[in-house]
C-alpha cells in the first residue's frame, strides 16, 4: 500500500513561481523513478518531467528551462519548480511514481493538485 500526496498547487499570476511538492508514504522498498504529468481540459495527460536513478531527468519540450525537478530521496519526497508560469501551464498537476516492494514493481499515482495561471 502506498500514497502518494500532492501539494503546493494554487492561482499564481503570468511570470509568477510555483513549487510543487508529492510525499510518498507505506511500504515499499524503493522508488526507481519520480514523475510529474498534467492535464488541462480537453487535453491530453502528458509528462511534464521525471528523474530517476543517477538523478537523470527528462522535460517536456514546453517547460524546459523553465521547470525544474529534483527529489529527497531521504524523506521520499520529489519537487517541481515552477518558474516563468504561463496561462498555458494551468492543469492538475500528478505526481507519479515507479515503486519497487519486494519482487514487484508498481506504478503509483497522486489525485492531483490544480495550478492556475492567470492575471
Known amino acids: 500500500q502506498v500514497q502518494l500526496v500532492e501539494s503546493g498547487g494554487g492561482l499564481v499570476q503570468p511570470g509568477g513561481s510555483l513549487r510543487l511538492s508529492c510525499a510518498a508514504s507505506?511500504?515499499?522498498?524503493?522508488?526507481?523513478?519520480m514523475g510529474w504529468y498534467r492535464q488541462a481540459p480537453g487535453k491530453e495527460r502528458e509528462l511534464v518531467a521525471r528523474i530517476i536513478s543517477g538523478d537523470s531527468t527528462n522535460y517536456a519540450d514546453s517547460v524546459k528551462g523553465r521547470f525544474t525537478i529534483s527529489r529527497d530521496n531521504a524523506k521520499n519526497t520529489w519537487y517541481l519548480q515552477m518558474n516563468s508560469l504561463k496561462p498555458g501551464d494551468t492543469a492538475v498537476y500528478y505526481c507519479?511514481?515507479?515503486?519497487?516492494?519486494?519482487?514487484?514493481?508498481?506504478?503509483?499515482w497522486g489525485k492531483g493538485t490544480l495550478v492556475t495561471v492567470s492575471s
Open positions: 507519479n511514481a515507479l515503486v519497487h516492494s519486494g519482487s514487484v514493481t508498481r506504478v503509483y
Open positions: 507505506g511500504s515499499f522498498f524503493s522508488i526507481n523513478v
